[in-house]
């Protein structure tokens, strides 16, 4: 701008002193004022488009900054991310990268231009080389989050994984624990007369020998499985009962009916199972 005004001046003095419009130095000042006027517009203008590439590429970094703010604290956060937390933070990701690859053509642009400018526009230098840093760095940091999402992500797996064996396991044990608890509390109990028990081993004896319980060579498969817990009636359809098992007295009873048949109840349930698990009933 200097020149420029100098060069005014000149012409000034030169036209001031004599008419020589026509003259062949007066149109040389005058196109050397021309080219003067051309090169510090197109300065100006080149200036002009680079800060407003450089306010662009600043307010992107802003967005990548709120973005990456986002991302780091859901993934700071213990536990599972609900699903709408998980897309949001996966729109992040995908803004951050769209950003990025925006700032790096302008920014691209942006080092062609300073590269080949003129000293008008030398204080731009370290504002370009801040942007290019800072691109650097948000790159650096879009890694890093990625990579603390899958860490995080593996974690998870690995713990629901650690649940689900957790749970397997639970299960198979409380399995067992059913097991033995229905083993704790099963009883058998078989009726039938005295043919019929011998017939199945349960009973020996006969003509001139004493009846008695043949418990470690009897039929296992003729008698009812029960849960002691619930049954404590046992309907006989008969009138007469005889109680060859060993149970303690005062534990059960023989009950006749209105119908004259029996029932035989079990009066004291932990007691009456104490000594043996085969109930054997002799009816007529």
Same mark, same amino acid.
């Given at each position: 701008?200097?020149?420029?005004?100098?060069?005014?001046?000149?012409?000034?003095?030169?036209?001031?002193?004599?008419?020589?419009?026509?003259?062949?130095?007066?149109?040389?000042?005058?196109?050397?004022?021309?080219s003067l006027?051309?090169? &510090?517009?197109?300065t100006e203008?080149?200036?002009?488009?680079?800060?407003?590439?450089?306010?662009?590429?600043?307010?992107?970094?802003?967005?990548?900054?709120?973005?990456?703010?986002?991302?780091?604290?859901?993934?700071?956060?213990?536990?599972?991310?609900?699903?709408?937390?998980?897309?949001?933070?996966?729109?992040?990701?995908?803004?951050?990268?769209?950003?990025?690859?925006?700032?790096?053509?302008?920014?691209?642009?942006?080092?062609?231009?300073?590269?080949?400018?003129?000293?008008?526009?030398? &204080?731009?230098?370290?504002?370009?080389?801040?942007?290019?840093?800072?691109?650097?760095? %948000?790159?650096?940091?879009?890694?890093?989050?990625?990579?603390?999402?899958?860490?995080?992500?593996?974690?998870?797996?690995?713990?629901?994984?650690?649940?689900? &064996?957790?749970?397997?396991?639970?299960?198979?044990?409380?399995?067992?624990?059913?097991?033995?608890?229905?083993?704790?509390?099963?009883?058998?109990?078989?009726?039938?007369?005295?043919?019929?028990?011998?017939?199945?081993?349960?009973? %020996?004896?006969?003509?001139?020998?004493?009846?008695?319980?043949?418990?470690?060579?009897?039929?296992?498969?003729?008698?009812?499985?029960?849960?002691?817990?619930?049954?404590?009636?046992?309907p006989l359809?008969?009138?007469?009962?005889?109680?060859?098992?060993?149970?303690?007295?005062?534990?059960?009873?023989?009950?006749?009916?209105?119908?004259?048949?029996?029932?035989?109840?079990?009066?004291?349930?932990?007691?009456?199972?104490?000594?043996?698990?085969?109930?054997?009933?002799?009816?007529?």
């Amino acid at each position: 701008m200097k020149k420029i005004g100098i060069l005014f001046f000149v012409i000034g003095l030169i036209v001031s002193c004599t008419n020589v419009r026509e003259s062949k130095e007066y149109k040389e000042l005058q196109a050397q004022r021309d080219s003067l006027l051309q090169q &510090s517009a197109g300065t100006e203008a080149e200036a002009a488009e680079m800060m407003a590439v450089i306010s662009e590429v600043e307010e992107n970094f802003t967005k990548i900054r709120e973005a990456e703010k986002y991302i780091s604290t859901q993934s700071a956060e213990g536990g599972e991310m609900s699903k709408a937390t998980r897309e949001r933070v996966n729109d992040n990701f995908k803004m951050i990268n769209e950003i990025l690859q925006r700032n790096k053509t302008q920014l691209d642009e942006l080092n062609r231009k300073y590269s080949g400018s003129s000293k008008e526009i030398v &204080s731009l230098k370290n504002t370009i080389n801040r942007l290019n840093n800072e691109m650097r760095e %948000s790159s650096t940091r879009l890694a890093e989050l990625q990579a603390q999402l899958a860490q995080k992500d593996e974690q998870i797996t690995q713990l629901s994984q650690d649940i689900a &064996s957790l749970a397997v396991e639970a299960e198979q044990q409380s399995h067992t624990i059913r097991e033995q608890d229905r083993s704790l509390h099963t009883a058998y109990y078989v009726f039938g007369t005295a043919g019929e028990l011998k017939d199945q081993k349960i009973l %020996s004896g006969g003509f001139l020998q004493q009846t008695r319980v043949l418990q470690d060579t009897f039929n296992k498969d003729y008698f009812l499985k029960i849960d002691v817990r619930e049954v404590t009636e046992i309907p006989l359809y008969t009138s007469k009962g005889k109680l060859w098992s060993t149970h303690p007295e005062g534990t059960y009873e023989f009950v006749k009916g209105s119908d004259g048949n029996l029932t035989f109840q079990i009066t004291d349930t932990q007691r009456f199972w104490s000594l043996t698990k085969y109930l054997i009933i002799e009816v007529n």
